[in-house]
Structure formats: structure tokens, C-alpha cells
Nanobody
Framework: QGQPVESGGGSVAPGGSLTLSCQTS????????VAWFRQAAGKEREWVGM???????YYAEHVKGRFTISRDDARNTVYLQMDNLKPEDTAMYYC??????????????????WGQGTQVTVSS
């Protein structure tokens, strides 16, 4: 209970788009901060972006202007819209939730709940 479930990953050509979804159960999304992280093979997990309960979102520099986070509290779902994807965006993408107010950029250790991840591959 409470573990987010990601979906929507897949393979796409450079310049393409994907939308990831993060659905939770057991708690209302409008009381938590929800973030997306990613981890490429052989690299550290890195923060991608985060949305606050009030709806404001923040992004890491390497995705700013290309990625957009939105939330549908009625469906307990947070989305990550990814446009103009690049090969360096290839990674496992994780959704994480925290029942507290966080600073930007957040640390992975700040989050209480993690999904299993969904793979995104950008390749021609």
C-alpha cells in the first residue's frame, strides 16, 4: 500500500515524445510532493523534476523546457510529459512520493515511497 506504480515507458527515436504515469494508492497525492528520478546504466540516480501539492513544479536543468510534470489528484496520478527526447535521456525512470515539504533539488533519501521504475530508451 502506498507504493507508486509507473507506466508509459518504451522506445522512441530522438526528438520523439513519451508520457509516463505514476499512480498511487493508499494516500492522497494532493498532500505529498511527487518527484521523478532516473538512473542510466552505470550511473547514479538523478533527480528529474518535482511537483508540490499546490501544483508548482520544478525541473533539473538538463530537462528544463523539454519535460513537464502535471498531476490529476482525482485519479491519484502524476504525469511526466517528455518531449524532444535525446539519447542521453535513456534511463530507468522512477516516481517517488514524500509526505513532507522538500527543498529543490530534493535528495533521493527524502522520499518515503518509490515505484519499481519504467524503462525509457531513446535510440535511432
Amino acid at each position: 500500500q502506498g507504493q507508486p506504480v509507473e507506466s508509459g515507458g518504451g522506445s522512441v527515436a530522438p526528438g520523439g515524445s513519451l508520457t509516463l504515469s505514476c499512480q498511487t494508492s493508499g494516500f492522497a497525492l494532493n498532500y505529498v510532493c511527487v518527484a521523478w528520478f532516473r538512473q542510466a546504466a552505470g550511473k547514479e540516480r538523478e533527480w528529474v523534476g518535482m511537483v508540490y501539492p499546490a501544483g508548482r513544479s520544478y525541473y533539473a536543468e538538463h530537462v528544463k523546457g523539454r519535460f513537464t510534470i502535471s498531476r490529476d489528484d482525482a485519479r491519484n496520478t502524476v504525469y511526466l510529459q517528455m518531449d524532444n527526447l535525446k539519447p542521453e535521456d535513456t534511463a530507468m525512470y522512477y516516481c517517488a512520493a514524500a509526505r513532507k515539504t522538500l527543498m529543490v533539488p530534493p535528495r533521493a533519501s527524502d522520499f518515503d515511497y518509490w515505484g519499481q521504475g519504467t524503462q525509457v530508451t531513446v535510440s535511432s
